[in-house]
């Protein structure tokens, strides 16, 4: 019931495109939804994150949406530039402020050509 | 890296020693926790510690020690290496202040043969 399953493992898209990253979980407890950027050789670093009284939310290039219904929640990365292949993790926590535990998708490597 | 340290960067070691890991913070933050990352796993939380000798155990706290005897030092040691210990270990701190957030350290590349 803790976990945070994802998918796809490894995403190959071209230059413009859209890049999309999906995630589910059971545990309903779960309040902050982060999804984090890791580039090879570094640690893990916070792209955006949700909380689950939210639907949508857009930073840039990177939205999350989430359906809290469903217990899913996506990231769409549009416009997708060879800067951001790297591997991509979702999350979740339980508890909250620094008492939260993350846990953490099996993450998706994502490669984007020219 | 939020001002985290992991010492040392890279380390190759004999089935059954012991190896201690450190992360060193220079924000005086409450917070730390110290993660391994698999392939197929994701990160995987292992100890964690709310204040100077105040820690708990994770998901995969097994083969795992920790202490924390000052703020800004949170060590995590392998009594006796395994090769299933093989990994990368990532430290990370929460800034505190109601924040949710984790911010992680460069990470430990850790080879038990």
């Known amino acids: 019931q803790q976990q945070v399953k994802q998918s796809p493992q490894s995403l190959i898209v071209q230059k413009g495109g859209i890049s999309i990253i999906n995630c589910a979980y059971e545990?309903?407890?779960?309040?902050?939804f982060p999804w984090y950027q890791q580039f090879p050789g570094k640690g893990p670093a916070l792209l955006i994150a949700?909380?689950?009284?939210?639907s949508e939310k857009k930073e840039g290039r990177f939205t999350i949406s989430f359906n809290k219904s469903a217990k899913q929640f996506s990231l769409h990365i549009m416009d997708s530039q060879p800067g951001d292949s790297a591997t991509y993790f979702c999350?979740?926590?339980?508890?909250?402020?620094?008492?939260?535990?993350?846990?953490f998708g099996a993450g998706t490597r994502l490669a984007v050509h020219p | 890296d939020a001002g985290i340290t992991q010492s040392p960067r890279h380390k190759v070691t004999e089935t059954g020693t012991p190896v201690t890991l450190r992360c060193h913070q220079t924000?005086?933050?409450?917070?730390m926790y110290w993660y391994r990352q698999d392939p197929g796993h994701g990160l995987r939380l292992i100890h964690y510690?709310?204040?100077?000798?105040?820690?708990d155990k994770g998901e995969v706290s097994d083969g795992y020690s920790v202490s924390r005897s000052k703020t800004e030092d949170f060590l995590l040691t392998l009594e006796s290496a395994t090769s299933s210990q093989t990994s990368v270990y990532f430290c990370?701190?929460?800034?505190?202040?109601?924040?949710?957030?984790?911010?992680f350290g460069p990470g430990t590349r850790l080879t038990v043969l």
């Open positions: 545990n309903t407890a779960f309040d902050y």
């Open positions: 510690s709310y204040g100077v000798k105040d820690t």
């Open positions: 990370a701190i929460n800034p505190g202040q109601g924040s949710d957030t984790q911010y």
């Open positions: 999350a979740a926590t339980l508890g909250s402020g620094g008492y939260n535990k993350l846990i």
């Open positions: 924000e005086n933050h409450r917070y």
């Open positions: 949700i909380r689950p009284d939210v």
